[in-house]
């Protein structure tokens, strides 16, 4: 079982592709205010390392937080769209540096949150529109 790892929490991104409990490949870059712009070429290109690609996902772990508004959003859109897209499972983790070793667990255990819905851990900074 091939399992995507996103954690985009903060302004240095992180995924990972595992089997089996076993880390296949992962990959850390400053994706700051380019997250949006890089993480899908960046996940392609750990696939390609691997010799896979995005049909050989069989399940997704994604970070659910807490941390960065848009850095949860943008991670958590595009884990979400794959695992609808392709009709297979997600889990979402939060909290301490287990949340991976958690979320692979759930999925072996054949666990499927349907989506993962973003625990920000603060409300939202959102700036009114100046008149």
């Known amino acids: ?21 076993q880390e296949l490949a992962s990959h850390r870059w400053e ?22 690609n995005w049909q050989d996902i069989d399940g997704v772990v994604g ?10 959003r943008i991670g958590l859109t595009a884990a979400n769209t794959l695992a609808y897209a392709q009709n297979i499972p997600i889990v979402g983790e939060g909290g ?7 979320g692979i667990e759930r999925l072996e255990n054949g666990q499927n949150d349907t989506q993962i819905v973003p625990e920000y851990g603060a409300d939202p900074h959102i700036t009114a529109p100046k008149h």
Request: hydrophobic fraction near 40%; charge should be negative; proline fraction near 3%.
């Open 1 to 21: 079982m091939i399992i995507l790892a996103i954690k985009t929490d903060q302004p240095q991104a992180f995924i990972a592709l595992y089997n089996d409990n």
């Open 31 to 52: 994706a700051g205010k380019r997250l949006a712009e890089s993480l899908h070429q960046t996940i392609k290109d750990l696939l390609q390392k691997v010799d896979s």
């Open 63 to 72: 970070y659910s937080g807490p941390g960065s508004f848009t850095g949860l």
């Open 96 to 102: 301490d540096e287990d949340w991976l070793l958690r």
